[in-house]
Nanobody, 111 residues
Framework: QVQIAESGGDLVQPGGSLRLSCGAS????????VNWFRQTPGKQRELVGF???????NMVNALEGRFGISRDNAKNMVYLQMNSLKPEDTGVYYC?????WGQGTQVTVSS
């Protein structure tokens, strides 16, 4: 049984940073593309970025420079590093591997 779980969401002030974690059981993250999506208020769910099995990282243009993705193969974890956070980054962030979605983790950027 495959389970995906995100963690690390929190309330943070504008300009702050957060690192979200994605863990999995039943599926190796280092041999799959791991995607991060987000659902922000009033907008459709959107891709944030992904890391491929080979380690190629691709962030959407609007987030490049502020957000980054990394992977720890030994821990079977993938991370989303978010810097210089803005209120419009508020939303639920999801980790997705193949057709498997996590439950999401809430990020709130507010003063």
């Amino acid at each position: 049984q495959v389970q995906i779980a995100e963690s690390g969401g929190d309330l943070v002030q504008p300009g702050g940073s957060l690192r979200l974690s994605c863990g999995a059981s039943g599926i190796p993250l280092n041999t799959n593309t791991v995607n991060w999506f987000r659902q922000t208020p009033g907008k459709q769910r959107e891709l944030v970025g992904f890391i491929t099995a080979r380690g190629l990282i691709n962030m959407v243009n609007a987030l490049e420079g502020r957000f980054g993705i990394s992977r720890d193969n030994a821990k079977n974890m993938v991370y989303l590093q978010m810097n210089s956070l803005k209120p419009e980054d508020t939303g639920v962030y999801y980790c997705v591997v193949r057709e498997y979605w996590g439950q999401g983790t809430q990020v709130t950027v507010s003063s």
